[in-house]
């Protein structure tokens, strides 16, 4: 049974936590091969068992009661397709991470601080996925925040980073809070916390819509949601790359699977107005994501600011699976959920490529800072080709797998006119060009990233005298890489496997993917669209091979390298290039008055006067000055208040009890 | 029989696209000319240009990387598959289900990232400025371009460009929301393809600098491919507007020779009048400042919006 060998391979991945610490006293330099070596085939098990129970129907899924935990409730596990479909995207992560630490930490003051958390992490991660009742949920959930909390203050030297880690496990805190009502809300009054019993359950409509809420706010703080996001651009970075990549790419996918596994799987049926909320929340972060990432001067923040963008994306597909299930649409219900988990698979491929090009730019330059790179691609050749594939990847292009999601989740959106609901039907459109948008300014970022990091000349001497990273860094990045090609080229059987997922979620599935002719894949039907990867990539292939040839043997093959000729005005100073800020200040300028309140202010001094002119540029985070701010002023004013309850007397103290038990019973009494 | 011929005249298009592209660019500078009472160069000058650009070597600066060499084949290749993908002709070519209209907007998008990619190369301060207002533009052209797609999908019942085509062909009636989209597409085919009140193709030293910054490093053949490729992307963006717009003449699947002969023929006349009106509206208007263009462009997306809008509204608009 693959949900056993699964809970095994957990239990592994906890007992390498808790050995690793003695390793590390014994044979430091052993530690890393021993414990990342021991994670990457633990994870390997696990995505076997994943896959088994996803592609090997019925007989390979199951669930497992263990007398553990709570003494009345137990733990139980379960193996069904959804969670295998997050259990391969988890592991497949996890794997590639492991692998790639292998290799990685050179540049790191203490590589060791990082190695008793990561196991843990993945096994709260994976446990998270696995467990079939609200208690095990909530404490793995909590064990895989708590695990990443201490990976994100493994540079706790860091001033900035600590103020990264407090953020976070505040937002943490709150977020496993919300999870916490949610499920009570679900299990109701007599408390029976399995997963089953709650999806058996009658809810009543509001109880689910407040579930709803609850779990935007729990799981969406955990996502990336905006405007819950606060934490995620400052946690994440601040990790070694490995474990941002599992963050970024991994772990905001955990959260995904637990909003959907409560609002399709656990919270009965769905009201037409979720979608809204959650197809505004979905375009809202998919767009603001992206615009403060284009605006990143550090590599790493940009990436986590991409990460808010696309967990925007998948959230707007589940928006429109929301829609099509209240409306029993099923082949589009079907469809929109298969792409947004299809999406959220890409995600977790491209996002770790990334974050391991970031990784490796900062073991060979090391340096986060765009504006002091340049010209890396002479110096990490390899590195640079590979941190192309994710920006072609991230950034929608085909033949590439990112194209197939974001193109799947529009050619739903071009299922909804049949919707009944007014405010739906406006709103789907909207949101159509927000994710238009949002792919657009993308490519924008990642050209931006690419060509600023890798291209042009030199910006400091760190980058000048880089040197590529080892071997296991580029292989492990190969590996994702040679993913998003094959996921990009040949969908059709990613979908096939994720039709049992959308079963159990909506009730549908997409239509089977006819695996000839030429590998196309198709939403809906056939004479609606169709879109093959294969063929493009294959023409492409073609085309700029037949180009090259006539060419070359029929005109001319000469080469001559000389100066740079920039119109006859060539500046050997590397300082005159564009940088990262030049290059997004139209894009500032053009959508910054929007979303950030940007303002220039250019003060001239007057002819004659020796005074220097100045620029000043202020832009504001309109979601901190508008939600967090007035929230720490309202939390400091309340203890200010609240600070009387510390000198009190003892009789006072003895009353107010007294006063909230009487409180409580009459609540009880009034409530049954 | 039939796949024969079919793949036959998919074959037949993508040589025609090739063949006639640089003729489609000599053709509007020759009548930009004489508009401006010049006399112009021959409608075959840019052949000769290309084939001088391809026999001369390639002068590369000393830090060039290989991106900046294989870029230009990536992409004319990119935009070569785009527009072979779109009806010109016959509809109901071979291959057309292999990538619908998203598909193709992705695919010029392609091309742009490599183009803007190899203009910031060299790391010279006209390049960066290239590309930073190509990728400007683009934030707006792109999703103006889907919202149209959408627009006109919604109307045919499909993103498949030869559906469409068919669809239009049977069912030519004038709609508000077409009408909308069809505006929306020609601002979005002038910003894409740097004319004029946009960019300037004819100049890279005055203040438009986007396309001719971007490819200014380039020599040889490299700049010939991708001379080649701006032509391609003229070609398609007027064959996609005929496609949609004005569909009449063109071949069906089961038409034999003679209808593809007049399908070619009233192509060509298409292409010519869709140049010819380019071209007027081009020396009938001024230069806009750059950060004019993004009002210029957003209006388009306004339009596509709109029209998406109005269709699910009521499909009959």
Request: one cysteine or more.
């Amino acid at each position: 049974m693959p949900i056993v060998a699964a809970l095994l391979s957990v239990a592994g991945l906890a007992g390498v936590a808790m050995v690793a610490p003695v390793i590390i006293a014994r044979r430091t330099s052993w530690a890393t091969p021993i414990v990342y070596g021991a994670s990457f085939v633990l994870a390997a098990v696990l995505l076997v068992c994943g896959l088994l129970a996803l592609l090997g129907g019925a007989t390979f899924q199951g669930s497992v009661h263990l007398p553990i935990g709570l003494p009345w409730i137990g733990a139980h596990f379960a193996l069904d397709p959804l969670s295998a479909a997050f259990l391969v995207i988890v592991d497949l992560g996890a794997m590639v991470a492991s692998f790639y630490a292998i290799g990685y930490g050179a540049h790191e003051e203490e590589p060791g601080r990082v190695l008793p958390f990561y196991p843990a992490f993945l096994a709260g991660m994976n446990l998270v996925v696995l467990s079939a009742d609200a208690f095990g949920f909530l404490v793995a959930w909590e064990f895989m925040s708590l695990s990443s909390w201490a990976l994100v203050m493994a540079h706790h030297h860091d001033a900035e980073n600590r103020r990264a880690g407090y953020v976070y496990l505040l937002m943490a805190s709150f977020g496993t809070l919300m999870l916490l009502l949610a499920f009570g809300l679900l299990a109701g009054p007599d408390g029976d916390y399995v997963f089953s019993a709650m999806r058996s359950a009658e809810h009543v409509p509001w109880v689910s819509g407040l579930v709803l809420v609850l779990m935007l706010l729990g799981a969406g703080s955990k996502a990336g949601l905006v405007p819950l996001h606060v934490w995620l651009p400052l946690a994440h970075p601040a990790a070694p790359s490995h474990v941002s990549a599992l963050m970024s790419g991994v772990m905001t996918k955990v959260a995904i699977y637990g909003f959907i596994r409560v609002v399709f799987d656990l919270a009965g049926e769905p009201a037409w107005w979720w979608a809204v909320i959650v197809l505004i929340l979905g375009a809202g972060s998919a767009v603001l994501g992206v615009l403060h990432a284009v605006l990143q001067r550090d590599l790493k923040r940009l990436l986590a600011y991409s990460t808010v963008e696309n967990v925007g994306i998948v959230f707007i597909g589940l928006g429109l699976g929301l829609a099509f299930k209240t409306n029993d649409m099923d082949g589009a219900a079907a469809l929109a959920v298969t792409a947004s988990i299809f999406h959220a698979f890409n995600h977790s491929l491209f996002k770790s490529l990334l974050f391991f090009g970031a990784g490796n730019v900062l073991t060979g330059a090391g340096e986060r800072d765009i504006e002091k790179l340049g010209g890396l691609v002479h110096r990490m050749p390899e590195t640079a080709y590979l941190f192309l594939g994710g920006c072609l990847a991230i950034s929608a292009l085909p033949p590439l797998n990112g194209f197939v999601s974001e193109w799947l989740i529009l050619q739903a959106i071009l299922l909804s006119p049949d919707l009944p609901q007014w405010a739906l039907r406006f709103l789907v459109p909207a949101s159509g060009a927000m994710l238009a948008l949002a792919a657009a300014l993308a490519a924008a970022c990642f050209v931006r990233a690419f060509g600023i990091t890798f291209l042009s000349r030199p910006r400091s001497p760190a980058a000048e005298t880089a040197r590529e990273v080892g071997r296991w860094q580029i292989r492990a990045m190969y590996a994702l890489m040679a993913l998003c090609l094959v996921a990009g080229v040949f969908p059709g059987p990613f979908l096939d496997a994720l039709s049992p997922v959308s079963q159990l979620l909506v009730g549908g599935a997409m239509p089977k993917q006819p695996i000839l002719p030429h590998f196309s894949i198709i939403p809906i039907s056939e004479s609606r669209s169709s879109y093959s990867g294969f063929l493009v990539f294959f023409f492409i292939l073609m085309a700029s091979w037949a180009a090259i040839r006539v060419i070359h043997n029929f005109a001319s093959r000469a080469v001559r390298r000389a100066p740079p000729w920039d119109c006859g005005f060539p500046d050997p100073s590397p300082a005159t290039q564009y940088t990262a800020d030049s290059f997004a200040q139209p894009i500032r300028r053009v959508f910054g008055p929007i979303a950030f309140r940007a303002k220039t202010d250019l003060s001239m001094p007057l002819p004659g006067d020796m005074e220097p002119a100045r620029l000043t540029l202020s832009l504001r985070d309109l979601v901190w000055e508008f939600i967090y701010a007035p929230l720490e002023g309202a939390v400091l004013y309340a203890a200010e208040r609240l600070n009387v309850l510390q000198f009190l007397t003892i009789r006072s103290y003895l009353s107010l009890v007294f006063a909230a038990l009487v409180l409580l019973l009459v609540l009880v009494a009034t409530w049954a | 029989m039939g796949l024969i011929l079919a793949i036959l005249v998919q074959g037949i298009q993508m040589v025609l696209v090739l063949a006639l592209a640089p003729g489609l660019v000599g053709f509007t500078r020759k009548v930009k000319a004489r508009l401006l009472r010049r006399q112009g160069p021959s409608i075959l000058q840019p052949y000769r240009d290309l084939l001088r650009l391809v026999r001369k070597e390639a002068v590369l600066a000393d830090n060039a990387s290989w991106l900046f060499r294989n870029a230009p084949y990536l992409i004319f290749a990119t935009t070569w598959v785009a527009a072979a993908l779109v009806p010109t002709f016959a509809s109901g070519l071979h291959f057309s289900w292999a990538a619908d209209l998203i598909a193709i907007t992705a695919l010029l998008g392609s091309a742009r990232f490599f183009l803007a990619l190899a203009g910031m190369d060299i790391g010279t301060s006209f390049g960066g400025i290239g590309s930073s207002r190509e990728m400007l533009f683009s934030t707006l052209a792109e999703p103006a371009m889907i919202m149209i797609v959408f627009t006109v999908a919604l109307v045919a019942g499909s993103t498949q460009l030869s559906t469409v085509a068919a669809f239009m062909v049977n069912h030519s009636t004038l709609r508000v929301s077409l009408g909308l989209a069809l505006i929306g597409l020609i601002i979005v085919a002038l910003t894409e393809n740097a004319r004029v009140p946009v960019d300037n193709p004819a100049t890279h030293l005055e203040l438009t600098m986007v396309h001719e910054a971007m490819v200014l490093e380039y020599s040889g053949r490299h700049l010939a491919v991708i001379e080649l490729a701006s032509a391609l992307k003229l070609l398609l963006y007027i064959s996609l507007i005929a496609c949609i717009f004005a569909p009449w003449g063109m071949a069906r699947q089961d038409d034999g020779l003679l209808g593809m002969a007049i399908g070619a023929v009233t192509w060509v006349g298409k292409l010519a009048v869709g140049g010819f009106l380019m071209v007027v509206f081009e020396t009938a208007i001024a230069k806009m400042r750059v950060f004019r263009v993004p009002e210029f462009v957003g209006g388009a997306l306004m339009l596509g919006l709109l029209g998406t809008l109005l269709l699910f509204v009521s499909r009959s608009f």
